[in-house]
């Protein structure tokens, strides 16, 4: 048994001071909350349950008002593993007291450190990222662990795809020793965007650990990156073709499109550039 606990957080429905999406579409209602399970089943979850270790405790933050329906149907995904661990409370305001005591109460007798890795219920894992997070481990006081590489996938109005990099992104892991009063550091002790610039980071660049789906209700996300050729790579993150509308990716048009808004960047560059001189 390993002396290390690996946690993944995810947070779904929780009430908090967010009300609406980038659109400015209500967030939390009926139509929000079917869309959100769809995205969490087609997507988030495949690429956590088929992962290549299971040595994993994902914990799942719903909130108490939740619908019946909806809980009998986080019921049903609860059966396909013993790593999926939904839990219910009140709010963000309760899940910011809860979560460190709910990880606390996974410890086993040889617990010595804890790794905490965070995901949207929107996205996905590469089907070895666990494996690589954990390959990071050699009995560490602290380490903030990156993956530096990721892939863009836009699913509606239209299919595309892209690759993307961010030196301290939404998907960082905390490995943390625990003190002797039961204490640790942990993902959420930062925004992701603040932990490069306190901490040194251990970048994880030998493959795209992370995919960010955009869609129409993303609270903030847009598009990004440079297209990517096929959607082949999807395959790594455990996500089926037959959800989205493949049909529709046109590679060609995408770079056309990604060469010439890099064109208009610098020309419109050299122009201000031009106008102070």
Known sequence: MNNFLHIIITEFNLRRDWKNDKNGQVVRNEAWMQKRMKLFTNFCFPSIENQTIKDFFWLVYFDTETETKYRNAIDGLRGRGKFFVP??????????????????????????????????????????????IQACFN??????????????????????????????????????????????????????????????????????????VIHGSNMMNTFRGRPVRSLGILKKFSVDPAKIDAASYQFGREMVKYLLSGVYRKTIGRLRASQLN
Request: some cysteine; overall charge negative; charged content about 30%.
């Open 139 to 212: 009995g560490q006081a602290f380490e903030v662990v990156n993956f530096h590489n990721g892939i863009c996938l836009q699913i509606e109005p239209k299919v595309r795809i892209a690759r993307m990099y961010n030196s301290s992104s939404p998907f960082i892991s905390v490995i943390s020793e625990i003190d002797q009063a039961g204490c640790f550091k942990d993902i959420r002790d930062e925004e992701h965007q603040n932990w490069e610039k306190k901490f040194p980071i251990h970048q994880i660049t030998d493959d795209q650990y992370w995919l960010q």
């Open 87 to 132: 839990k219910y409370v009140d709010g963000h305001d309760g899940f910011q007291r809860s979560f460190k005591e709910d990880i606390r109460s996974l410890f086993h007798e040889g617990t010595r450190h804890v790794i905490t890795t965070d995901i949207d219920n929107d996205d996905c894992f590469n089907i070895r990222a666990v494996e690589r």
